[in-house]
């Protein structure tokens, strides 16, 4: 943080978008650029990326991607963010975002939920399944497997992972979750 700046100057009261948990499906390309196409989870991601009153951070997928943030307006934006590290942050005027390294992640959630309270997070995630293939294999109706019967007697296709008889698992396609984090007291 800028030595001797208040994190209350920074603060700026607003009333949190609706939808704090989204989820929308993404191709693994570029994040920002694919989860933001129309439809209603789209919409409101970028609803949460464009709204000017909470910070919000994006983190991409792939090898080499920097984090990708929006912060409220203050004049001491960047030299709050580089924090006196060596690194610079990056402000990219035409799009209105600030670049910064992704090893500058969690510091930069810690202090943004200090000074504001709140930060929306938006983030690639996959889900992971598990069943065991005795559920896969099974012919009869019964079903104690942690699927809950979604899986049961349909074989594998290939697309699970046999680590033993009894578990199994794959993972789910690609998508991007966003959560607000709130600071506790």
């Given at each position: 943080m800028?030595?001797?700046?208040?994190?209350?100057?920074?603060?700026?009261?607003?009333?949190?978008?609706?939808?704090?948990?989204?989820m929308?499906?993404v191709?693994?390309?570029n994040?920002?650029?694919?989860c933001?196409?129309?439809?209603?989870?789209?919409?409101?991601?970028?609803?949460?990326?464009?709204?000017?009153?909470i910070?919000?951070?994006?983190?991409?997928?792939?090898?080499?991607?920097?984090?990708?943030?929006?912060?409220?307006?203050?004049?001491?934006?960047?030299s709050?963010?580089?924090?006196?590290?060596?690194?610079?942050?990056?402000?990219?005027?035409?799009?209105?975002?600030?670049?910064?390294?992704?090893?500058?992640?969690?510091?930069?959630?810690?202090?943004?939920?200090?000074?504001?309270?709140?930060?929306?997070?938006?983030?690639?995630?996959?889900?992971?399944?598990?069943?065991?293939?005795?559920?896969?294999?099974?012919?009869?109706h019964?079903?104690?497997?942690?699927?809950?019967?979604?899986?049961?007697g349909?074989?594998?296709?290939?697309?699970?992972?046999?680590v033993?008889?009894?578990f199994?698992?794959?993972w789910?396609?690609?998508?991007?979750a966003?959560?607000?984090?709130?600071?506790?007291?």
């Open positions: 800028e030595r001797g700046a208040s994190c209350a100057e920074r603060i700026i009261d607003a009333p949190t978008l609706q939808g704090i948990w989204m929308a499906p191709t693994p390309s994040v920002y650029d694919t933001f196409e129309v439809g209603t989870e789209y919409s409101r991601l970028k609803a949460v990326w464009n709204q000017e009153n910070p919000v951070i994006l983190r991409r997928g792939l090898k080499g991607q920097r984090l990708r943030l929006r912060l409220p307006y203050a004049k001491s934006n960047y709050w963010l580089r924090n006196e590290r060596r690194t610079k942050p990056d402000w990219k005027p035409s799009e209105r975002y600030w670049e910064i390294p992704k090893a500058w992640f969690n510091d930069f959630v810690d202090r943004a939920l200090e000074c504001y309270g709140r930060v929306y997070v938006i983030q690639p995630y996959r889900e992971q399944e598990i069943c065991a293939p005795a559920c896969m294999n099974a012919t009869g019964e079903c104690q497997c942690s699927c809950m019967g979604a899986n049961h349909v074989g594998n296709n290939g697309s699970w992972f046999e033993s008889e009894t199994a698992t794959r789910g396609s690609q998508e991007v966003c959560r607000l984090l709130t600071a506790t007291n």
